[in-house]
């Protein structure tokens, strides 16, 4: 997986990396240090607090063990979206070319972003065909904080340009992110 602007504290990282293979976080270079400082940080509290348990212990139902991140499994790289390529180097590994997600969360706040970001989740979703023609595009997954509805259309005008679009139902959705909360999520299939 893919995140685009991860900001300094990497929280959707942090969350997601347990339940999957691969998780790479990106955002300008002068974010790295701190988001790397607090990555360092919660994996020596995650590895102190694991330590402190006992071997038998099982997490609560419904819980992420926090024994289960690794510190191979979630890296951070730069990448602006104005100025940098997107290429399969993004993965770290050299077996791995592409992701299956990108995921960009509360990055459109104002109209000078919508066309480099929307460029690079397109140039990310694409790695997946470039590395196999048989496989389908990455799935693109944008949640965002509803600022100004001139940023906002302008942003889905965009991306619809590029991607089948489908917006989460409120159904689908914790109670925080629903409409009535002034977030919402979309979903973006490559056309």
């Keep these: 997986m893919l995140e685009l602007g991860c900001g300094i504290s990497g929280i959707i990282g942090l969350s997601l990396a347990p339940l999957i293979g691969s998780y790479v976080l990106t955002d300008q270079d ?44 979630i890296a951070a790289r730069p990448l602006d979206w104005e100025t940098d390529e997107v290429t399969a180097s993004l993965t770290g590994n050299d077996s791995r070319k592409s992701f299956d997600a990108v995921i960009a969360c509360d990055c459109i706040y104002n109209d000078a972003l919508i066309s480099p970001l929307v ?4 140039d990310a979703c ?15 997954i944008v949640a965002q904080q509803l600022r100004s509805s001139e940023v906002f259309e302008g942003w889905l005008n965009e991306f619809h340009k590029a991607f089948q ?27």
């Excluded at 917006?167 to 056309?191: C, M």
């Design 119 to 122: 460029q690079t989740c397109v």
């Design 165 to 191: 679009v489908w917006r989460l139902p409120d159904e689908e959705l914790i109670a925080g992110l629903k409409s009535d909360s002034g977030f919402v999520v979309h979903v973006g299939i490559l056309r």
């Design 126 to 140: 694409t790695l997946r065909v470039a590395d196999d023609p048989a496989k389908k595009p990455a799935v693109c």
């Design 30 to 73: 002068y974010v790295m240090k701190l988001l790397n400082q607090n990555l360092i940080q919660n994996r020596q509290e995650t590895s102190t607090a694991s330590k402190g348990r006992k071997s038998s212990s099982k997490p609560k139902r419904g819980t992420i063990s926090t024994t289960s991140l690794q510190a191979s499994n």
